[in-house]
T-cell receptor, first 114, second 110 residues
Framework: GAGVSQSPSNKVTEKGKDVELRCDPISGHTALYWYRQRLGQGLEFLIYFQGNSAPDKSGLPSDRFSAERTGESVSTLTIQRTQQEDSAVYLCASSLGTGFFEQFFGPGTRLTVL | AQSVAQPEDQVNVAEGNPLTVKCTYS??????LFWYVQYPNRGLQFLLKYITGDNLVKGSYGFEAEFNKSQTSFHLKKPSALVSDSALYFC????????FGSGTKLNVKP
């Protein structure tokens, strides 16, 4: 398919463990975003990659959160020493760039921290 | 500061009635405005966008939005609501990155 894909779709982990979430953007999309969404709530911006520019990490809630992107392809979001409050759906989106380009969202990864 | 605001957490409307979901923006430069919909347990889907030109923008599923520069608004509308329109709606704009509103839950009752 040509859409944004995320894996795993569901992740259950124990408090204190590290998790890695993966996002495969649409080919050719230079911009990639990570968001967190708690149940029934809005989107919480986490991090933004645009081409070769330094990522905008202003939304990362703590130093336990980090993300990387390889060129203009796959991105991984890592949460270290997970806490119960990290439980949420993590959404990835990509777009052709800034301005008038819309974002395309992946289906999300539902993270549950026990 | 770049922002969009959705003043209503929830909107209730009867099926068959017109619906409006409100959005106002605060943007320097050209406003590129978007609406997204999130159905229960689903990802976000793009509905429509305003770039320039006609103030009335038509999108998916019979939705449209009216750009009003003087009121700095971009309200989402549909002439006749369906129960299946019940979802969470997000307004957004894209300046140097995307900014989303807090979302409005639309409930359409039979």
């Amino acid at each position: 398919g040509a859409g944004v894909s995320q894996s795993p779709s569901n992740k259950v982990t124990e408090k204190g463990k590290d998790v890695e979430l993966r996002c495969d953007p649409i080919s050719g999309h230079t911009a990639l975003y990570w968001y967190r969404q708690r149940l029934g709530q809005g989107l919480e911006f986490l991090i933004y990659f645009q081409g070769n520019s330094a990522p905008d990490k202003s939304g990362l809630p703590s130093d336990r959160f980090s993300a990387e992107r390889t060129g203009e392809s796959v991105s991984t979001l890592t949460i270290q020493r997970t806490q119960q409050e990290d439980s949420a759906v993590y959404l990835c989106a990509s777009s052709l760039g800034t301005g008038f380009f819309e974002q395309f969202f992946g289906p999300g990864t539902r993270l549950t921290v026990l | 500061a770049q922002s969009v605001a959705q003043p209503e957490d929830q909107v209730n409307v009867a099926e068959g009635n017109p619906l409006t979901v409100k959005c106002t923006y605060s943007v320097s430069g050209n406003p590129y405005l978007f609406w997204y919909v999130q159905y229960p347990n689903r990802g976000l889907q793009f509905l429509l966008k305003y770039i320039t030109g006609d103030n009335l923008v038509k999108g998916s599923y019979g939705f449209e939005a009216e750009f009003n520069k003087s009121q700095t608004s971009f309200h989402l509308k549909k002439p006749s609501a369906l129960v299946s329109d019940s979802a969470l709606y997000f307004c957004a704009h894209n300046f140097n990155k995307f900014y989303f509103g807090s979302g409005t839950k639309l409930n359409v009752k039979p």
